[in-house]
């Protein structure tokens, strides 16, 4: 037995070097990047920005595969099930993953068991805009109006268990107000023509695609779910600073890869990866698109999925949510 274990212990003595140079030399052939929505979208957009960054240092191309359908989880469900090699990466986002688990009956796949965490590379944030032909002015005057009027007021998403669903109903929770839900199942534009038309009196969008309807005055901003304020919206107040702290829905991205990748190369990527994301370059460009550049350790990004999917199971077993 003694012997046995020498021998196992020259093993992996031998093997570590051999897994740190393979790491030096990863990647030798392009990266493939899921993304799990259509080619156009923010998610698209950070993954080209991002794989141009990493290309630049590799020397290797980062080819973008878009798979969408079924809210992202027919790209999800594609990168769970690839090779485990660090050759292919994963754009998540909260739909597919820390939302779907709870929303869903059925998901082909388990994001924990499934996937390593890698990096955050990105975070948004969300803005609740109002029409222009309500007279609330502040997030407590249209507290104010709802509670007036229970019922009478509603408010536009882009699909049940989206996003914009999901944070609408934590702030109606936390507001303890009373709004009808009206989908439009789609895209943003939908319900933000439905927002300026007035047939919707709110809705809650992430600030890159609300930033040029406020700054127009098409919609009227009352409050953003940021730590504090945006350069890009400086006179709308936080939920906390409207008396709202609890409203802390961000949009993030992040990259994951199959569970089984060597933990040498999900190092290896992490660290490249945060190289990336340094970049000037890069923050300028999320910038200008109402996102802050970000990178997480694999161990910090996986206490805030974990934080994440908490938050989200919690408010759709209230709501009582569940899709087949």
Known sequence: MKICGFIIAALVLAVTPLAGAWAQDFPAKPVRFVVPYAAGGSGDLLARLLGEKLSALWGQ???????????GM???????????DGYTLYLAT???????????????YDWKRDFAPVSMI?????????????????LQEFVALAKDQPGALNYASIGIG???????????SLARVDLAHVPYRGSSAQAITALIAGDVAMFMVGTSTAVPFIANGNVRALAVTADKRLDSLPDVPTFAEAGLPGVDVHIWF????????????????????????????????LEVRGFKA????PEELAAFLEKDYVKF???????????D
Do not use: C
């Open 61 to 71: 191309q980062v080819v973008v595969d878009n798979k969408p359908g079924a809210g």
């Open 122 to 138: 990105a975070v948004g944030y969300q803005v609740l805009i109002v029409s222009p032909k309500l007279p609330a002015r502040t």
């Open 254 to 285: 992040a990259v994951l890869v199959p569970a089984a990748t060597p933990p040498v190369i999900v190092r290896k990527l992490n660290a490249d990866i945060a190289r990336a994301v340094a970049d000037p370059d890069y923050h300028k460009a």
């Open 294 to 297: 970000q990178s997480m350790s």
């Open 94 to 108: 909260d739909g597919p993953l820390t939302i779907a688990a709870s929303l869903h009956r059925h998901v082909p």
């Open 313 to 323: 199971r919690d408010l759709i077993g209230k709501l009582k949510l569940q899709v």
């Open 74 to 84: 027919i790209g999800t469900e594609f990168a769970a099930r690839a090779d485990a």
């Open 162 to 172: 989206t996003a914009p669903h999901l944070a609408a109903e934590l702030f109606k």
